[in-house]
């Protein structure tokens, strides 16, 4: 019997009312495959940060880093400014345990109506993998002649020859994978004159790699036009930081609620432990209710099972998930029904027992 050690940090606002949810479920899942869990909960949140000064203990990384996995809920709280409770926790996290893919699926799910009209199941249904440490997300650069007429200032994207192949390298084996071999790469080498050419041509570079796969490229403008208008034609879209950013919450956002959407922050050599959390934050509006939609926490907790090796277990959750939306009995306010986040996550667990 295979048996895991997850450290859980529900985080802010609706993480801990989500986050019961996705631990519900791998319970549930757990049962029917013979796998076990160990949750270690960390509290670590913005409460935390008010009382103590830091959003983690100093040994926070150190007590993370033995762990299977981490599935985080969602950080940040009006009180604590953002970039305060983002480079206290998440970026640490995502930095120094490596984690230099961003993979978030983009599917539209049954029983949910997107703003885009006429599209049914099954044509929306493909994955973003956005570069995770570098690109144009970087602190080099710098100002000069503050204040005065000839004031200026720099910021410097990095493109290292090791980030940029490691990615797209990630994005075909992928796409290899889950048999969709097609990858498309956003850029925008019209218009950036040095670090999007390079892209391209670590691009050609690691196609020749890969002659089983199918490519195309699309410079970003006209790519978030295509995400809109012809969802259809994407399997795998790999993409620089930046670009990454922007095209994964486009892409939920075409496909109806961002209360679904998943995402894991990978290390694929597994040197350190991997992290899976919703694509939503905290939610301040919502929380405490008890009406948020948890399943963008538990197709995460689904995301983690699939990284952790228990394929069959997570597609079972996700299936799962597809079975109560196409059902419709029981949906959040989000996807225009009355269920609480207990309700949506109780079905899900139901549905996975039988
Ligand atoms: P948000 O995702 O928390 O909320 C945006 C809108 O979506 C709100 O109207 C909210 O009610 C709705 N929403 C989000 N998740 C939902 C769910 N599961 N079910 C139903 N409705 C849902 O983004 P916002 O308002 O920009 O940020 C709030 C806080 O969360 C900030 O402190 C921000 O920094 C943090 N945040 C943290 C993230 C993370 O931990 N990775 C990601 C995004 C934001
Ligand atoms: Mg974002």
Known sequence: MSSYEIA??????????????????????????????TFRHFDWSCETYRETGRMMPEDGLDRLRDHDSILLGAVGYPGVPD????????????????????????????????????????????????????GEYSRLGGRQGEGTPAEMVLQTAVFTRHGTDRILRYA???????????????????????????????FRAIAAEHPDVAVDQDHIDILCARFVMSPERFDVVVASNLFGDILSDLGPGVTGTIGVAPSGNINPERRFPSTFEPVHGSAP????????????????????????????????????????????????????????????GKAIAAEITG
Do not use: C
């Open 172 to 202: 075909f084996e992928f796409a290899e994978r889950i048999g969709k071999p097609h990858v498309t790469s956003g850029t925008k080498s019209n218009g950036i004159y040095h670090s999007m050419p390079y892209w391209d041509e670590r």
């Open 285 to 344: 509006d919502i929380a405490g209710r008890g009406i948020a939609n948890p399943i963008g926490q538990i197709w995460s907790a689904a995301m983690m099972l699939d990284h952790l090796g228990e394929q069959e277990a997570g597609a079972h959750v996700v299936r799962a998930i597809e079975s109560v939306l196409a059902a419709g009995a029981v949906r959040t306010p989000d996807l225009g029904g009355t269920a609480s986040t207990e309700d949506l």
């Open 83 to 134: 970039h305060v409770s983002l480079w206290g926790l998440l970026l640490p996290i995502r930095r120094e345990f490596d984690q230099y893919v961003n993979l978030r699926p983009v599917r539209l799910l049954p029983g949910v109506t997107p703003p885009v009209r006429d599209k049914q199941p099954g044509d929306i249904d493909f994955w973003v993998v956005r570069e995770n440490t570098e």
């Open 8 to 37: 859980v940090l529900p985080g802010d606002g609706i993480g801990g009312e989500v986050m019961p949810e996705a631990l519900r479920v791998l319970d549930a899942v757990a049962g029917e495959y013979g796998t076990s869990f």
